[in-house]
C-alpha cells in the first residue's frame, strides 16, 4: 500500500473515532428525548439578582461579607461613614431641647398672664362697686338739694364723683380686655413651641432612619457575587456596593416555537439537565410563558433558529428544593430544559428525578 494510501486511511480513522467520541459526548449532554408529547430548549440557570446600593452619597466604611458568601435576609453587609448625620442627629436633638424649653416658657407666661386677668377682671369688679356708691351718693345729694337741706356744690361734687367712677370702670375694663388679648397671643406662642418640638423630633426621627439606612442589609436570603465598591470609596446617590443573587428564585429560561408555545400551561412539569452535570435531572415547574413571540437570541439557537419567532417560557426550581442543595446552586451554567406537553405522558427513565426533597 502506498505511504499516501496508508496515511489517509489513518486520517479518515482518526475522523470517525473523533466523530463518535463527539456524539457520544453530545448525547450524554443532550439527551435525544422521549419522543411525542415532549419538547426541550436550549437556556441557562438564572437568579433575580439584587444589587445593594446607598441611599444617599458617602463613604463606604466598612464591607462585612466576602464574595461567594451566604447571607440572611437582614444581615448588615456593609456600612457608610456616619460622622456627618452623627452631628445633624445631634444638632437636631439640642434644637427639641430648645423648642421643649420654649414651651415651658410660654406655658409660665400663660399662668402669669391669667393671673394678671384675675387681678384686672378684680379692679373691674371694685370700678363698678364705686361706680354704684357714687350713683347712690348722687341720687341722695340730688334729692337733699331740691329739699334745700345740701348745697349745689355738693350735688356738683357728687355728680363729677359719678363720671370719675364710670371713667375709673372703663379703664378697668379695657385692661382687662388688653391681658385676655395678651392671653390669647401667649397661648398662640405656646402652640408654636410645640410646633418647633414636633418639628424638632420628625428632623430625630428621619436622621435616625438615614443613619439605619446606612446599614446596608441583605433583603433576601441569598449570596453575595461581587463587590462592587471597596471600603473607603465614595459613592453617589444609589452608588452600587454588593451584588447578590436571591437563590430562592432559581429558574432557567428557553424558548419554544409558536407552534408549541400555545400549549404549555403554567405549573407544567420540566426536567432541566445542566451541561455540566449530564446524570443529574432536575424537576422545575413552568411559572412564566410570554404573551408575545421574539426571534431567539444568539446565545440559545442556531443561526437559522433564529430566524423564527419563539416564546419565552421560564422553569422555576421549587424554593424547598434549593434550600436543600443551596450550596450545589450556581448560575450561568447552561442547559436543556426538557417540558412536557401532554399531561397523560410518562417520564421515561433517562428523565427521572435525582433531586428531590428529602423529609
Same mark, same amino acid.
Given at each position: 500500500m502506498a505511504p499516501s494510501v496508508k496515511k489517509g486511511l489513518l486520517a479518515a480513522a482518526a475522523a470517525i473515532a473523533i466523530a463518535l467520541a463527539a456524539g457520544?459526548?453530545?448525547?450524554?449532554?443532550?439527551?435525544?428525548?422521549?419522543?411525542?408529547?415532549?419538547?426541550?430548549?436550549?437556556?441557562?440557570?438564572?437568579?433575580?439578582?439584587?444589587?445593594?446600593?446607598?441611599?444617599?452619597?458617602?463613604?463606604?466604611?466598612?464591607?462585612?461579607?466576602?464574595?461567594?458568601?451566604f447571607v440572611k435576609a437582614g444581615q448588615v453587609l456593609a456600612q457608610m461613614q456616619i460622622d456627618v448625620l452623627n452631628a445633624q442627629l445631634d444638632e437636631a436633638r439640642a434644637q427639641q431641647q430648645r423648642a421643649i424649653h420654649a414651651v415651658a416658657s410660654a406655658e409660665a407666661q400663660v399662668k402669669m398672664r391669667e393671673s394678671d386677668l384675675a387681678a384686672a377682671r378684680a379692679v373691674v369688679v371694685q370700678r363698678e362697686s364705686d361706680l354704684d356708691n357714687a350713683k347712690r351718693r348722687l341720687n341722695r345729694s340730688r334729692t337733699l338739694s331740691?329739699?334745700?337741706?345740701?348745697?349745689?356744690?355738693?350735688?356738683?361734687?357728687?355728680?363729677?364723683?359719678?363720671?370719675?367712677?364710670?371713667?375709673?370702670?372703663?379703664?378697668?375694663? /379695657?385692661?382687662?380686655?388688653? *391681658?385676655?388679648?395678651?392671653?390669647? !397671643?401667649?397661648?398662640?406662642? =405656646? $402652640?408654636? &413651641? +410645640?410646633?418647633?418640638v414636633a418639628a424638632a423630633g420628625a428632623t430625630i426621627?428621619?436622621?435616625?432612619?438615614?443613619?439605619?439606612?446606612?446599614?446596608?442589609?441583605?433583603?433576601?436570603?441569598?449570596?453575595?457575587?461581587?463587590?462592587?465598591?471597596?471600603?473607603g470609596e465614595v459613592l453617589g446617590v444609589g452608588g452600587k456596593v454588593l451584588n447578590m443573587v436571591d437563590l430562592?428564585?432559581?429558574?432557567?429560561?428557553?424558548?419554544?416555537?409558536?407552534?408549541?408555545?400555545?400549549?404549555? /400551561?403554567?405549573?407544567?412539569? *420540566?426536567?432541566?439537565?445542566?451541561? !455540566?452535570?449530564?446524570?443529574? =435531572? $432536575?424537576? &422545575? +415547574?413552568?411559572?412564566?410563558?410570554?404573551?408575545?413571540?421574539?426571534?431567539?437570541?444568539?446565545?440559545?439557537?442556531?443561526?437559522?433558529?433564529?430566524?423564527?419567532?419563539?416564546?419565552?417560557?421560564?422553569?422555576?426550581?421549587?424554593?424547598?428544593?434549593?434550600?436543600?442543595?443551596m450550596e450545589q446552586v450556581k448560575t450561568g451554567l447552561p442547559g436543556v430544559a426538557w417540558l412536557k406537553l401532554d399531561p397523560r405522558a410518562q417520564w421515561p427513565a433517562s428523565l427521572a428525578v435525582t433531586f428531590k426533597e428529602t423529609p
Amino acid at each position: 500500500m502506498a505511504p499516501s494510501v496508508k496515511k489517509g486511511l489513518l486520517a479518515a480513522a482518526a475522523a470517525i473515532a473523533i466523530a463518535l467520541a463527539a456524539g457520544w459526548m453530545w448525547g450524554r449532554m443532550h439527551p435525544a428525548g422521549p419522543g411525542d408529547g415532549f419538547v426541550s430548549g436550549n437556556g441557562r440557570i438564572e437568579a433575580t439578582e439584587i444589587d445593594i446600593a446607598t441611599k444617599y452619597a458617602g463613604r463606604v466604611a466598612e464591607i462585612f461579607v466576602k464574595e461567594g458568601e451566604f447571607v440572611k435576609a437582614g444581615q448588615v453587609l456593609a456600612q457608610m461613614q456616619i460622622d456627618v448625620l452623627n452631628a445633624q442627629l445631634d444638632e437636631a436633638r439640642a434644637q427639641q431641647q430648645r423648642a421643649i424649653h420654649a414651651v415651658a416658657s410660654a406655658e409660665a407666661q400663660v399662668k402669669m398672664r391669667e393671673s394678671d386677668l384675675a387681678a384686672a377682671r378684680a379692679v373691674v369688679v371694685q370700678r363698678e362697686s364705686d361706680l354704684d356708691n357714687a350713683k347712690r351718693r348722687l341720687n341722695r345729694s340730688r334729692t337733699l338739694s331740691r329739699k334745700g337741706a345740701a348745697s349745689i356744690q355738693q350735688f356738683e361734687d357728687d355728680q363729677a364723683a359719678v363720671r370719675g367712677a364710670a371713667a375709673a370702670l372703663e379703664a378697668a375694663r /379695657a385692661q382687662a380686655a388688653a *391681658v385676655q388679648a395678651a392671653i390669647l !397671643a401667649d397661648e398662640a406662642q =405656646v $402652640i408654636g &413651641a +410645640r410646633s418647633t418640638v414636633a418639628a424638632a423630633g420628625a428632623t430625630i426621627t428621619r436622621i435616625e432612619v438615614d443613619i439605619a439606612d446606612s446599614q446596608l442589609k441583605a433583603p433576601r436570603n441569598g449570596r453575595v457575587q461581587y463587590r462592587v465598591a471597596q471600603p473607603g470609596e465614595v459613592l453617589g446617590v444609589g452608588g452600587k456596593v454588593l451584588n447578590m443573587v436571591d437563590l430562592s428564585d432559581v429558574h432557567m429560561i428557553f424558548f419554544l416555537p409558536e407552534t408549541v408555545a400555545g400549549r404549555v /400551561a403554567l405549573g407544567s412539569d *420540566v426536567r432541566i439537565i445542566l451541561d !455540566a452535570a449530564p446524570d443529574y =435531572v $432536575i424537576p &422545575a +415547574r413552568v411559572s412564566f410563558v410570554a404573551s408575545v413571540a421574539q426571534f431567539t437570541p444568539k446565545t440559545v439557537e442556531t443561526a437559522s433558529e433564529r430566524q423564527k419567532l419563539m416564546f419565552r417560557v421560564k422553569a422555576r426550581i421549587d424554593e424547598r428544593l434549593l434550600q436543600q442543595y443551596m450550596e450545589q446552586v450556581k448560575t450561568g451554567l447552561p442547559g436543556v430544559a426538557w417540558l412536557k406537553l401532554d399531561p397523560r405522558a410518562q417520564w421515561p427513565a433517562s428523565l427521572a428525578v435525582t433531586f428531590k426533597e428529602t423529609p
